[in-house]
Nanobody, 124 residues
């Protein structure tokens, strides 16, 4: 029911910024919690940020608090991840995901729909 497409990835110098976008299909975008996750080579997929269906609640991984901001525009069926003060350890493939009323929005298991990812590379 939900298809997700990420965009905005690329190469950035340490200390720089990028904004990721995730465009969702369908008419029920406003009913889903949206999350961003990332996976570095040889590592597991980790939680980055999540935002509730109405945008009123947000969750962030400790590693990105104060640097990343998740937001959404339900009229555009789009969720964003603004990434500031990027560091080499942020290098990963970033995935957008959707979950319906997850009990724990930081857990990957609650997300039924996933985009194919976009590469973020931060150079030092």
């Amino acid at each position: 029911q939900v298809q997700l497409v990420e965009s905005g990835g690329g190469l950035v110098q340490a200390g720089g910024s990028l904004r990721l976008s995730c465009a969702a299909s369908g008419r029920s975008f406003g009913r889903y919690t949206m999350g961003w996750f990332r996976q570095a080579p040889g590592k597991e997929r980790d939680f980055v940020a999540a935002i509730s269906s109405g945008g009123g609640s947000r969750n962030y991984a400790d590693s990105v608090k104060g640097r990343f901001t998740i937001s959404r525009d339900n009229a555009k069926n789009t969720v964003y991840l603004q990434m500031n003060s990027l560091q080499p350890e942020d290098t990963a493939v970033y995935y957008c995901a959707a979950a319906f009323a997850p009990s724990r929005p930081v857990d990957t298991a609650y997300y039924a729909y996933w985009g194919r990812g976009t590469q973020i590379t931060v150079s030092s």
